[in-house]
T-cell receptor, first 114, second 112 residues
Framework: KAGVTQTPRYLIKTRGQQVTLSCSPI?????VSWYQQTPGQGLQFLFE???????NKGNFPGRFSGRQFSNSRSEMNVSTLELGDSALYLC?????????????FGAGSRLTVL | GQQVMQIPQYQHVQEGEDFTTYCNSS?????IQWYKQRPGGHPVFLIQ?????EVKKQKRLTFQFGEAKKNSSLHITATQTTDVGTYFC????????????FGKGTSLLVTP
């Protein structure tokens, strides 16, 4: 079956712009988590959605937001981009949520902010 | 949520040597998962440990969960160049069961 699909794979933005990233989970997976990966900070949890509800949010400013649709697809948005937002943004899906279930990651969206 | 600490941060070995990475927590973990990320790739699930003192093997990889459930280790016997990558441990967030907190990872380099 198809894996987790993230689009776009690469994008370049300038400071102050906003960006929307998309994630399609594995069919049947209802939980979608987002992570930011940078060389210095590793994998940092952004938020998790289940049945269109955000169940948990990491320690990120309000410029980072997300949502989940009824088909479990998810989007995350970063507004007023800063240089420090340059990172690999990873989406992961699981059946009902991390902890009890393992995460299957997508290939990521690599964002460069100039 | 708690943050698991991983050591070492980097490890460079000759092919055929053994490798071990450690994951430590100051609090008791409900379970722990291990992931591997190849250079340029994304994290891929390796294993989940749940029980105190649990030991699981996958070919040359041996995973252990401490008796007190505060630490875990991944040991690779006779490393191969295909083992190159970053190994992460992750624990279930204590505030919410719906997030995994990842350690900073151990980057393994294997030279032939």
């Amino acid at each position: 079956k198809a894996g987790v699909t993230q689009t776009p794979r690469y994008l370049i933005k300038t400071r102050g712009q906003q960006v929307t990233l998309s994630c399609s989970p594995i069919s049947g997976h209802r939980s979608v988590s987002w992570y930011q990966q940078t060389p210095g900070q590793g994998l940092q949890f952004l938020f998790e959605y289940f049945s269109e509800t955000q169940r948990n949010k990491g320690n990120f400013p309000g410029r980072f937001s997300g949502r989940q649709f009824s088909n479990s697809r998810s989007e995350m948005n970063v507004s007023t981009l800063e240089l420090g937002d340059s990172a690999l943004y990873l989406c992961a899906s699981s059946l009902v949520g991390a902890g009890a279930n393992v995460l299957t990651f997508g290939a990521g969206s690599r964002l460069t902010v100039l | 949520g708690q943050q698991v600490m991983q050591i070492p941060q980097y490890q460079h070995v000759q092919e055929g040597e053994d490798f071990t990475t450690y994951c430590n927590s100051s609090t008791t973990l409900s379970n722990i998962q291990w992931y591997k990320q190849r250079p340029g790739g994304h994290p891929v699930f390796l294993i989940q440990l749940v029980k105190s003192g649990e030991v699981k093997k996958q070919k040359r990889l041996t995973f252990q969960f401490g008796e007190a459930k505060k630490n875990s280790s991944l040991h690779i016997t006779a490393t191969q160049t295909t083992d190159v990558g970053t190994y992460f441990c992750a624990d279930q967030d204590s505030n919410s069961g719906y997030a995994l907190n990842f350690g900073k990872g151990t980057s393994l380099l294997v030279t032939p």
